[in-house]
């Protein structure tokens, strides 16, 4: 996963640079890879300052100041996220937004297409997903599509939608155990029940 990458390279290869700049405590010079490199060769900036007791580290590009991430850590040694985090698209829209808590993924974790509409909503509790929901939307905005799974009460939901709200199929599974309902504009067309295994 692209943010797992950025922040596993983050943790590994940042280097401190002396001295204090636009009220930064720590400036660093990164590749595209996120590895430390001389200035000259640099194409994104880190910017770092104490925020609430933590270390705010912003990293934008060189060539177009485009703000690309912010994440928190515990201390100066980046060996511990904690606190925000957000990545944002080439157009500034928020990309991934979340919690860290002792480098795990911790309560609501959002993600937004380029154009701000939603796509994922996820739950974690250490590091461990406990309910998430994708979105689809038409070309019109209006909701295509929509996943929910419950891994603490092992339940998993999907509806969709036709370009004017209505509903086409719903899926909804307990355990292995699941109903599938079809839609007609006369009502329901197929009313099935079936396990996860039959359905795959």
Aim: with cysteine; hydrophobic share 30%.
């Amino acid at each position: 996963m692209k943010r797992q990458a950025i922040l596993l390279c983050i943790l590994c290869v940042f280097i401190f640079a002396a001295g204090k700049s636009q009220g930064y405590k720590f400036i660093y010079y990164l590749d595209v890879n996120f590895s430390s490199v001389q200035k000259a060769k640099a194409v994104i900036v880190g910017r770092a300052a104490e925020d609430n007791g933590l270390l705010k580290v912003e990293c934008f590009g060189i060539s177009n100041d485009q703000h690309l991430m912010t994440a928190h850590f515990k201390d100066s040694t980046l060996s511990t996220l904690q606190g925000i985090f957000k990545s944002y698209h080439p157009n500034g829209r928020v990309e991934k937004e979340g919690n860290y808590n002792n480098n795990n993924e911790e309560g609501i974790w959002q993600e937004w297409d380029s154009t701000g509409i939603k796509t994922d909503s996820t739950i974690y509790k250490n590091g461990l997903v406990y309910t998430e929901a994708t979105f689809q939307q038409h070309k019109n905005g209006s909701l295509s599509y929509f996943t929910i799974k419950d891994s603490l009460q092992d339940t998993y939901k999907t509806t969709s939608w036709d370009e004017h709200g209505v509903v086409n199929e719903e899926v909804f599974f307990k355990g292995e155990k699941g109903i599938l309902k079809k839609y007609t504009t006369t009502g329901i067309q197929t009313d099935s029940l079936f396990t996860r295994e039959e359905s795959e």
